[in-house]
């Protein structure tokens, strides 16, 4: 990984630091800030395509680190973390890593760290990560999906104009001011805009029974990733049609026009239907797709807008703030010039760019109003965090009248909601309607009018007057009055009726649904661009090893770059079975096909369609990068904790399959277990022998051995029941028309195993862990009741992920929440050695001082201590003392050196004892002569403490007390 100072592109390697330095010059009149090293740090992505995307945003950053150094001179260093890879939300989440990784290595640990993120979907994991280092984080483009959430990210402040809970209570109080308590709720849980399914989440915490029990809300999920059909979207519609006329919209334009040009379709447009939908920021790309006609009659579309059609955005306000002009223009400007960004006309920088700006601008308020107050508490994430929603340090500080920005008590951007009404003339919602204040927690309803197209004018009602099926008592025509046989003969009829008609109405949908869904059935051009590793540059370094034929098997996604596609910009993978004749589908595999479509969990692998050929079938799935679960094993080097969360995936996506009408795969192996680039594993190849068992090729026509997914490689997971039928199975997927769910939880404990395997300490505790680990008996107990003899005596897959979660200790949450648990050992781990090292260091300094006192004086060491220079001193009058001791040298040359040795130790000693007692410095003892100085350092009645001290030596040497009271 290289450093750059510069933006411009680099070669050779796709991650990369971008560093902008600066040294402030200027210092505030009271107090020098250029001491107070800030280092922010800024992560996100280096692509245009995304609205938070770094071209945008960075050029706000800057000018605000510009700012703060010429308004309090503070020292800030600017960095840039970003990667070529991050194109998407989700890629933001998964180089989250380069954050943690800067901070151990990059950062010089003297400065303030603040991290700043104008991104999306990594807010949360950095969010803890930067709770565990107690460093503030500042997001301007996502925000918390929880409310209050200071409690569990006390370190973190969003100035994003996301604040769901202003979301929330804004539709709180239109629904309470109109009386509408019955709502749907229809969003989009898979898109690249995560907004819509935040915001669905938000409202259901927030609007939970147990706080509003007056309203009653229907959440109906929609996955848009995968395509939304007619039908589908017409279903949905009907089931809110059951309940409510109040509905909510939460997807992109293109998709909510779409959902309004089909509730025309079923007459859901009339004046007693209110619709609103959402969006973040008031954006002219929403406008213009929304407008589009995208292949139906415009006439249609634009009748269908005609209807109570309201929209709530967070980015509309009353005036514009002083001087914001002047700041859109320096933004725009910037843009272009350091990162060949062009804004079109009429185009100005959007709400998260702002919103960058003014994090920074506020932190160098918050910075200069800590150092004034406490100092000491400067370098707290914590204590920082709360000062940008405390009035306390200074009455008159007001962010709002520094910033034009607020941040409430939650640490999340106080936000104004517009409600729209859409105006057909206009062609786009124009016209505010209401307006919710965030200051003064309050909507205006009448800001103003609305056109309601009812009698009257008056706003729809909350359950029709007619009810929602049209049959309420006041709507039915009156009839005569009728006879008791009468009745009774009529009951009799119109209940033989009703139930006939029941029955045939169900035998008729079951029909038409199994004959007419053709969601499987692809045309060979929606797939026909080949991917290549310029592509996927993660391909480059899996080069293909395959064989011609190993397109039968999924076990090489992510080895062979031939065989994925892209559908509508989303990377597939597609594999193709030969068959020997036409493919037709039959009422059985029809059925099959809709299981194959309704089952959507994250552990199986999502088939997308069907290409039908004449000589074989293409199957397009979704694309696991990583590829097989065995070439994962060979080929990365990875822990329990890792296998573990692999192993708890594993059996989710059995029990989810046994649950099904598939009721088994047939034929699971490591091969058939692939890994997405979220290390997430998912079971492939689900009923796809359901779809071909009746055309594949006959025994003559076998697939090559050379081929990954054959009977010899999967042989160790066939369970013995098959292998006794002594048949020779010229394609593995045969096996799956003979095999059961037992045969599955065989192959279970033969993955179990195999993952055991490739680890020889897999079993023991590793350093720092926290994982409660199984003991071998406990691991070998489960694969040997997974691979009985008997299929009867084997588990099912409940009592197995019992069984495993219970006497393994896995904890869930998958590979991300292992990573950042492990970043928060290895900080404490760093923790720990740092303060050992610091006592240590204690440790050799007042050795070190005691040594100094003994070779100097009190006074000298003092000042060497603190750092002060040694200057010479005069003094006017000091008393020295020498003393001999008399025939010294001839006492020497009769005595051993020894006892030499021991005779000037108790002589000197004795001298030594005497010391303290009269303040005097001893100056040196050499040979035989002791040295004694008298008012060098201590200002004493030098000549009499010298008298005294040459007596009293003189007897101690002798042996006797001094008597102080005879002198």
């Excluded at 049209?470 to 209940?495: F, M």
């Excluded at 029941?502 to 991917?531: C, H, N, P, Q, Y």
């Amino acid at each position: 990984m290289a450093i750059r100072h510069t933006m411009t592109s680099m070669e050779g390697s796709p991650l990369f630091y971008t560093f902008f330095v600066g040294f402030a010059v200027m210092a505030t009149a009271a107090v020098d800030r250029s001491s107070f090293n800030i280092t922010i740090v800024t992560y996100g992505s280096p692509h245009t395509p995304l609205a938070a995307g770094l071209p945008y945003t960075a050029p706000a950053y800057e000018l605000a680190v510009r700012e703060i150094r010429e308004t309090w001179g503070y020292t800030v260093r600017h960095v840039l973390v970003q990667a070529e890879e991050i194109e998407t939300c989700a890629d933001l989440e998964d180089y989250a890593y380069l954050v943690s990784e800067f901070y151990y290595r990059g950062w010089d640990q003297q400065s303030l760290f603040v991290l700043t993120l104008p991104g999306c979907d990594e807010l949360v994991p950095l969010a803890q990560l930067c709770r565990e280092w107690n460093t503030l984080i500042l997001s301007s483009g996502s925000a918390f999906p929880e409310a209050h959430h200071n409690s569990l990210y006390p370190t973190a402040v969003s100035f994003s104009p996301l604040n769901f809970a202003v979301w929330a209570k804004t539709f709180v109080d239109i629904f309470k001011h109109f009386q509408w308590s019955s709502i749907s709720v229809l969003y989009d849980s898979g898109g690249r805009n995560s907004f819509y399914s935040q915001l669905a989440d938000n409202l259901r915490n927030y609007l939970a029974p147990a706080d509003y029990p007056k309203l009653s809300l229907q959440f109906f999920e929609v996955h848009s990733g995968v395509g939304i059909t007619e039908e589908r979207r017409q279903g949905l519609l009907k089931l809110t049609n059951l309940t409510s006329r109040i509905i909510i919209l939460a997807f992109r334009a293109n998709d909510t026009r779409r959902f309004m040009v089909s509730a025309a379709a079923l007459d859901m447009t009339k004046p007693e239907y209110v619709y609103f939908t959402a969006e973040p920021f008031r954006s002219k790309e929403f406008y213009e797709v929304l407008r589009a006609e995208g292949g139906e009659d415009p006439t249609v579309a634009k009748e269908a807008f005609r209807t109570s059609l309201f929209q709530l955005t967070g980015s509309c306000t009353t005036q514009r703030a002083p001087g914001l002009a002047g700041l859109y223009q320096k933004i725009e400007e910037r843009s272009r010039m350091e990162y060949g960004v062009r804004y079109a006309d009429n185009q100005e920088p959007s709400e998260i760019a702002l919103a960058s700006y003014f994090s920074v601008k506020t932190l160098g308020i918050v910075i200069n109003a800590v150092l004034t107050s406490d100092p000491s508490q400067s370098r707290n994430g914590t204590v920082l965090a709360k000062q940008f929603s405390n009035n306390a340090i200074n009455p008159s500080w007001m962010l709002d009248n520094q910033t034009g920005i607020n941040i409430d008590s939650s640490g999340d951007r106080a936000m104004d909601i517009c409600v729209q009404r859409y105006n057909v003339e206009a062609d786009t919602f124009s016209r505010t309607v209401m307006y919710y204040d965030s200051a003064l927690a309050h909507l205006t309803p009448d800001f103003g009018p609305i056109d309601w197209r009812t009698p009257g004018n008056a706003p729809a009602k909350n359950v029709p007057v007619c009810g929602y099926d049209g049959a309420a008592p006041n709507c039915a025509p009156q009839a005569a009055l009728l006879t008791v046989p009468q009745i009774s003969g009529v009951s009799v009829g119109i209940a033989l009726f009703c139930t006939l008609l029941g029955l045939f109405a169900t035998w008729k949908v079951r029909k038409e649904f199994a004959l007419k869904d053709e969601w499987w059935k692809m045309s060979k051009d929606a797939i026909a661009t080949t991917e290549t590793a310029q592509h996927h540059p993660w391909l480059s370094s899996h080069p293909s090893r395959v064989t011609k034929n190993s397109a039968f098997s999924l076990s090489t996604m992510g080895k062979d770059p031939k065989h994925i596609r892209r559908m509508k910009g989303v990377a597939v993978w597609v594999t193709k079975v030969q068959i020997v004749r036409s493919f037709t589908p039959t009422r059985n595999k029809k059925i099959t096909l809709r299981e194959m479509k309704m089952i959507a969990h994250g552990n199986l692998v999502h088939l997308v369609g069907i290409v039908v050929e004449p000589s074989c079938l293409q199957f397009v799935y979704e694309f696991c990068s990583k590829g097989s679960l065995d070439h994962l094993l060979n080929k990365m080097n990875i822990d329990w904790e890792f296998r573990a969360a692999l192993l708890s995936d594993l059996l989710e996506g059995v029990s989810t399959l046994h649950a099904s009408v598939l009721r088994r795969h047939g034929y699971l192996n490591p091969y058939t277990c692939l890994v997405d680039k979220r290390f997430t594993l998912k079971i492939a190849e689900c009923g796809l022998y359901d779809l071909t068992s009746d055309i594949l090729p006959p025994p003559g026509q076998d697939e090559s051995q050379t081929a990954t997914l054959t009977f010899s490689n999967a042989i160790r997971w066939i369970p013995p029941e098959i292998k006794k039928l002594g048949r020779k199975w010229s394609n593995l997927r045969e096996i799956a028309g003979v095999a059961g769910p037992e045969a599955d939880i065989y192959a279970v404990g033969g993955i179990m195993s195999s993952v055991m395997e490739e680890q020889d300490d897999v079993m023991l505790r590793s350093e720092g862990s926290s994982m409660s680990l199984a003991k071998p008996m406990d691991l070998e107990r489960i694969i040997a009741a997974c691979q009985y003899s008997n299929p009867n005596s084997r588990p099912g897959i409940e009592e197995l992920k019992k069984a495993f979660y219970h006497n393994t200790g896995v904890r869930t949450g998958g590979f991300l929440e292992s990573l950042v648990r492990r970043m928060q050992k290895y900080a404490l781990k760093l923790e720990y050695a740092v303060k050992d090292r610091t006592e240590a260091l204690n440790i050799e300094r007042r050795l070190c001082e005691k040594l100094l006192v003994e070779m100097l004086p009190k006074p000298i060491v003092e000042m060497l201590l603190s750092g002060c220079a040694i200057e010479p001193e005069h003094f006017h009058g000091v008393t020295i003392f020498f003393s001999v001791i008399v025939g010294f040298v001839e006492f020497v040359a009769s005595q051993t050196p020894l006892g030499v040795i021991d005779f000037l130790n108790h002589v000197f000693s004795s001298f030594d004892d005497v010391l303290p007692t009269y303040d005097v410095y001893k100056v040196e003892t050499i040979s035989d002569c002791y040295m004694v100085s008298a008012f060098v350092f201590i200002c004493i009645s030098f000549h009499h403490f010298i008298q005294q001290f040459c007596k009293q030596i003189i007897f101690k040497v002798r042996g006797k007390t001094l008597n102080s009271a005879n002198g």
